[in-house]
């Protein structure tokens, strides 16, 4: 796994201190994105949160999957949470360290109180410290909450600044792009009353519970107001991997207001990624579950199309100049001040997505943006199957012949791909295995490639073929 240390510097460790009519909670930011460029320590609030202990407790959530690894947990994981302004709400995000749980806090505008929310995104320190104080706040005392330096630090830069080496696989950034495209592939399965949320995520195993369910993925389906355990993908049906991932959600049980549950229509009986959200007080948090337990979403291939497509490639570019921090991208607003059609425009934000600046809310059914910290190739570059796919091009392994195609690896096997409905399968162990459950194999999307390749040469043929024509027309005349 490529991992890279990134250093993560702060003016000061964050804090919760006590203050005459409440406390108060200061997040220190790290170097990030602004609509002004890059800035060391950003500012995105400053004001009072509506529902203080609600807050704390989905903070300590978002900070529990970042330091957890769900799969092989004795190895150790760190990550600090990501913070974006998005103008009317804070989003907080993190990964877990094997990659496996994404998890986001959305504070809506009716949980913030007083102040103007900024646009950027950055990293927030979330010391053990802060989590202790956070995890005794108590009583109904106001909290303010300060996302960012203060502005006498800005100018005076007293006070010590605090550097911390991160190790960040590159997996993370893989991860959250193929999280917000599996995400949007969602819908809404199942909405549970406050009652029937408590008594269903207190019922699951804990983070010590068992690994896998034998015989097969676990599933879950609406029976009136609650969900039933099932061992089968009947119609309605959610997948549960890992159930003892969702013990984050613990925290905010006691404020809880509803449950909701997200997934794809169930097919067949492979294991799939479902979206499992808290509804709180001005807030949500949710879970997004890869899987399996073992199985991170940096290798679900769900981008792999994306990155291949050289059209996406310049639509994003025109498509990136347009995002402004928005809270929901509106696909039809961006194809319309783009001038692309508006069937162009998703593929164009999976392609941002490599790249971290587009997520997706599956509560609002929209994609958002913000900016991580990775350049816009570092995805492309460390995908294998990306790679080897390019370099098989590159040897001239694949022939075409109507829709079979022919891809010769180096070792001499030959891999049969056949296109069908405009789905591509390939004869490898790799499609026998996943039957494109987790995205093209190399082979296909080799021939992805050349067929592409070879369809814009066969246009630029024609256009030449056309003016060339004209000209002789015109002299004609």
């Known amino acids: 796994m490529t991992r890279s240390l990134q250093a993560v510097a702060y003016r000061r460790l964050s804090a919760l201190k006590s203050a005459t009519g409440g406390s108060r909670l200061g997040l220190e930011t790290s170097r ?154 969602f819908d809404l399965r199942a909405e549970l009353p406050a009652d029937e949320a408590v008594r269903f995520l207190r019922g699951l195993p804990g983070p010590g519970g068992a690994r896998r369910t034998p015989g097969g993925p676990r599933w879950v389906v609406p029976v009136g107001r609650g969900l039933r355990p099932t061992t089968r993908a009947v119609p309605g049906a959610v997948c549960l991997p890992g159930p003892e991932r969702l013990a984050a959600l613990r925290r905010v049980l006691r404020h809880a207001t509803a449950l909701r549950v997200y997934g794809p229509a169930a097919t067949g009986t492979a294991a799939a990624a479902a979206a499992w959200e808290v509804v709180l007080p001005g807030m949500r948090l949710t879970l997004t579950l890869s899987p399996d337990a073992s199985r991170g979403f940096s290798g679900e291939g769900g981008v792999l199309e994306a990155l291949a497509a050289e059209e996406a490639g310049a639509d994003a570019e025109l498509i990136s100049v347009l995002l402004a921090w928005e809270p929901r991208i509106d696909v039809a607003d961006l194809a319309a001040a783009s001038g692309l059609a508006p069937e162009r425009v998703p593929a164009a934000l999976v392609r941002l997505g490599t790249s971290g600046q587009v997520g997706y809310d599956t509560a609002e059914a929209a994609y958002f943006h913000r900016e991580l910290p990775y350049d816009a190739g570092r995805a492309e570059r460390h995908n294998p199957r990306l790679l080897s796919a390019r370099a098989l091009v590159a040897a001239g392994a694949v022939t075409l012949d109507g829709a079979l195609a022919t891809v010769t690896a180096r070792d001499g096997h030959v891999h049969r791909v056949r296109e069908e409905a405009g789905v591509l399968t390939c004869s490898c162990l790799w499609w026998a295995k996943y039957r494109g459950g987790r995205g093209p194999c190399k082979h296909a999307l080799a021939v992805r490639l050349v067929r592409r390749g070879a369809a814009a040469e066969t246009m630029a043929g024609a256009d030449a073929t056309a003016r060339e024509l004209a000209g002789i027309d015109g002299g004609a005349r």
């Open 32 to 185: 990030g994105a602004t609509p002004t460029g890059v800035e060391d320590h950003p500012r995105f609030f400053a004001g009072f949160l509506t529902s203080p202990q609600v807050a704390a407790a989905g903070l300590l959530a978002v900070a529990d999957v970042a330091a957890a690894r769900y799969y092989q947990p004795q190895l150790r994981a760190s990550l600090d949470p990501v913070v974006t302004g998005n103008g009317d709400r804070l989003r907080f995000e993190s990964f877990s360290g094997c990659g496996g749980v994404y998890a986001r806090l959305d504070v809506l505008a009716p949980g913030l109180d007083g102040g103007a929310v900024g646009h950027g995104t950055t990293n927030v320190d979330v010391n053990n410290p802060l989590r202790e104080a956070l995890s005794r706040l108590g009583g109904a005392d106001p909290l303010h909450l300060r996302v960012g330096p203060e502005e006498l630090a800005v100018t005076t830069l007293d006070g010590p600044v605090v550097e911390k080496k991160v190790p960040l696989p590159d997996r993370w950034l893989r991860g959250f792009a193929e999280a917000q495209v599996i995400a949007a592939g």
